[in-house]
Every structure is written in C-alpha cells, then in structure tokens.
C-alpha cells in the first residue's frame, strides 16, 4: 500500500524502504502544506457530499496549486477507495 506512513513494501517493519509519507495525498489544495483548517476541511466536505463552490468556499490557499472545484474533486476521486456495488 504506497501513501501511508508505516506502511511497507512487504517486510512488515516500519522505516524500510518502501515506506512513504502520506503527506503529499493529503495536500489536498496543493500549497505544499498539511493543514487541518484547509486541507483536512476540504476532505470532509466532500466525504459530506459538497461539489462545486460550497466545497471551497473560504478555505483555498493563496499559494494553492489547485484552485478551481473541479480540480480539488478530481484530485479528492483518485484518493477515494471504489465501492463495490452490493
């Protein structure tokens, strides 16, 4: 599993090679920072189903890379595990 920290490539032991920093997966708005008060809030309103501009309003950084609602939800899809229809 590549993106989570502690996680492996196989041996079972944290620090190995393989393991790589969740960091850059959670630098949702791409500003280069991990923030909770931006990042973390985007994440959750989608996981709560806002689209569009409810899904960023009043959280984008000014030095964000992704700064449109089309480019944080498609960055926020490739994140988000496929649910098998039941």
Same mark, same amino acid.
């Given at each position: #599993?590549?993106?989570?920290? $502690?996680?492996t490539?196989? %041996?079972?032991?944290?620090?190995?090679t393989?393991? %790589?920093?969740?960091? +850059?997966a959670?630098?949702? &708005?791409?500003?280069?920072?991990? !923030?909770?008060?931006? !990042?973390?809030?985007? @994440?959750?309103?989608?996981?709560? $189903?806002?689209?569009?501009?409810?899904?960023?309003?009043?959280?984008?950084? %000014?030095?964000? %890379?992704?700064?449109? +609602?089309?480019? @944080?939800?498609?960055?926020?899809?490739?994140? #988000? +595990?496929?649910?098998? !229809? &039941?």
């Open positions: #599993m590549t993106g989570v920290t $502690g996680v490539g196989g %041996t079972g032991e944290t620090g190995e393989g393991t %790589t920093s969740v960091e +850059p959670l630098d949702v &708005d791409g500003d280069g920072k991990v !923030d909770a008060l931006s !990042d973390g809030f985007l @994440i959750v309103r989608y996981a709560l $189903g806002n689209r569009g501009a409810q899904l960023l309003e009043n959280l984008i950084s %000014t030095d964000a %890379t992704r700064t449109t +609602p089309e480019e @944080i939800e498609a960055f926020l899809e490739e994140l #988000m +595990p496929e649910h098998a !229809d &039941d």
